[in-house]
């Protein structure tokens, strides 16, 4: 089989995706189901129907462009990303996903490669959180890991539904519906940029993902008692701040002393009240982050936090309470995707790094219904989420390439 990538054309479409933005060039602003997203959606769907490819959307928007293979009822192999980028972001985020899974089904096509499973390529709903507030609301729902209930309770931060925005968007049936049955896919594959710099520093042009880490978020408050900055003595201080400075030098310390890398622990907001130079710090609020490959290592780290909060709220007497608000489970790639991703880079003597993806991805919930694995590119700095992100014309036809030559060896 002669694959040959046009490099030229997929550059050319990640260009004019980049286009359908909200902000000025080159950043890329494209928010989930506003006029901007439904435009670049209509575009994307052009471009799959040129190449042959049956194309359904289901109730929240995810949309799916198959090509049909000789054996039309086999399980189908699935790649793809998502295409909305947060305000101010930069044009390769997921658009190299799913652009460059296209491309590696037009390959094919032109190679002459016939599939026995069906090949289809996916385009998620709403990877990013900055609607609704939770980020691969898409997957979420395809993979069941989200309830079509808890779905229908979300509110945009303008304070609409998801239910009316979707249903005004030209998405409608029944969100129960969303949720793949068992045994859709026989494998997903999804090409991404890197959004870390491990693969430029190793000057390894492709990353074959392993492990995604998953986060667990939640808010931890801390009441104590207020008062004159002045007028209260030490000894009789109940300050909220001084213990939640406790708590969060007892989560670095837990995260630091599993002896594993992949754990990682960020306390991004403290919000203290009332907030006043003169005045003794009242209540705290502290936004948490902690993350791993291993599920057992991360809620062990929770666990010291919380054996903190006891001490602290003894020793302190503040009252401290958690809240968590979402807890993902890590993944692990199939190790049959993983083998073939490594085949198909060998096969074209290309060297490859196995990695851990620290970010999460739709891949992250598609692993709950199907072997999973996904193929990272470098992009320059390890920049990510910002207008100067950039991946070279070079390194994501490299990708391409590998993604189509896996796409074959799965789908024979
Ligand atoms: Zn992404």
């Keep these: 089989m002669n694959l040959k990538i046009d490099q030229e054309r997929l550059i050319s479409e990640i260009e004019a995706l980049s286009k359908f933005s909200d902000a000025e060039a080159p950043a890329v602003t494209r928010i989930v189901f506003t006029p901007t997203d439904l435009k670049a959606r209509d575009w994307m769907k052009s471009l799959c129907r040129d190449a042959g490819l049956a194309i359904r959307k289901d109730a929240i928007g995810n949309t799916f462009a198959r090509w049909i293979g000789s054996d039309p009822l086999a399980p189908a192999v699935g ?72 779905a229908a309770k979300l509110i945009d931060k303008d304070g609409q539904p998801v239910e009316e925005v979707r249903r005004k968007a030209g998405f409608s049936g029944d969100l129960r519906e969303v949720k793949l049955p068992a045994g859709y896919y026989k494998a997903f594959v999804e090409l991404h940029i890197e959004q870390g710099p491990v693969l430029e ?25 207020g008062g004159h900055a002045g007028g209260v003595l030490m000894r009789d201080r109940r300050d909220a701040l001084c213990a939640a400075a406790e708590l969060i030098l007892a989560l670095e310390h837990a995260a630091r002393s599993t002896g594993a890398i992949d754990t990682v622990a960020t306390v991004g907001i403290c919000d203290v009240f009332p907030g006043a130079i003169n005045s003794i710090p009242a209540r705290v609020r502290l936004g948490i982050d902690v993350r791993d490959t291993s599920l057992a290592r991360r809620d062990r780290v929770i666990a010291d936090l919380e054996d903190a909060c006891r001490k602290t709220t003894a020793q ?69 989420h910002r207008p100067d992100e950039y991946a070279s014309p070079e390194d994501i036809a490299r990708g391409t390439l590998v993604l189509a030559e896996t796409l074959a060896m799965l789908s024979e």
Excluded: W
């Design 201 to 225: 520093r190793e000057r390894q042009p492709l990353g074959i993902v392993e492990q995604i880490a998953a986060p667990a978020s939640l808010y931890v408050t801390v009441e104590g008692s």
């Design 79 to 150: 790649t793809g990303s998502h295409i909305d980028a947060i305000p101010n972001a930069g044009k390769f985020d997921g658009v190299v996903g799913v652009l460059g899974g296209l491309e590696a089904i037009r390959a094919l096509q032109r190679a002459g490669f016939r599939p026995r499973h069906s090949i289809e390529l996916l385009v998620f709903t709403a990877e990013e959180p900055t609607r609704f507030g939770v980020g691969c609301l898409g997957s979420r729902l395809l993979s069941g890991t989200l309830s079509a209930d808890a």
């Design 316 to 384: 302190r007497q503040v009252s401290i309470r958690s809240e968590l608000l979402n807890a993902d489970a890590p993944a692990e790639s199939g190790p049959e995707i993983v083998a073939t991703l490594r085949q198909a880079c060998e096969k074209h003597g290309l060297r490859f790094l196995p990695m851990t993806s620290r970010a999460y991805h739709d891949s992250l919930f598609m692993s709950r219904i199907a072997p999973m694995a996904m193929l990272f590119i470098p992009c320059r700095n390890g920049y990510s």
